[in-house]
């Protein structure tokens, strides 16, 4: 059975900085699509960042710049270093794990950024 659980997040004050980490298992994870998506409140969920089985990195632009994504294949993780933290990166942060003809989710950690 496959299991994504993130962990990291938490209350930041604006500016601030926070790792988010997702760690897998059950998962052939060297060979998944890793993703992070996030979900503010009254909004529906969008992406943020991918980071392929190949190591090649797509981000949404409006955090380009301030979060990057990495991986660590040893620990079966994927990792979102965030940056420069504003009110609107307020949400539920998720991570996704793509294999072929399948998707699997976490169950999000929260990330609040306010003073």
């Known amino acids: 059975q496959v299991h994504l659980v993130e962990s990291g997040g938490g209350l930041v004050q604006p500016g601030g900085s926070l790792r988010v980490s997702c760690t897998t298992s059950?998962?052939?994870?060297?060979?998944?699509?890793m993703s992070w998506y996030r979900q503010a409140p009254g909004k529906e969920r969008e992406w943020v960042a991918t980071?392929?089985?190949?190591?090649?990195?797509t981000y949404k632009d409006s955090i380009k710049g301030r979060f990057t994504i990495s991986r660590d294949n040893a620990m079966n993780t994927v990792y979102l270093q965030m940056n420069d933290l504003k009110p609107e990166d307020t949400a539920v942060y998720f991570c996704?794990?793509?294999?072929?003809?399948?998707?699997?989710w976490g169950q999000g950690t929260q990330v609040t950024v306010s003073s």
């Open positions: 996704r794990a793509d294999r072929p003809g399948r998707v699997y």
């Open positions: 059950g998962l052939t994870f060297s060979g998944a699509i």
């Open positions: 980071n392929t089985n190949f190591g090649g990195t």
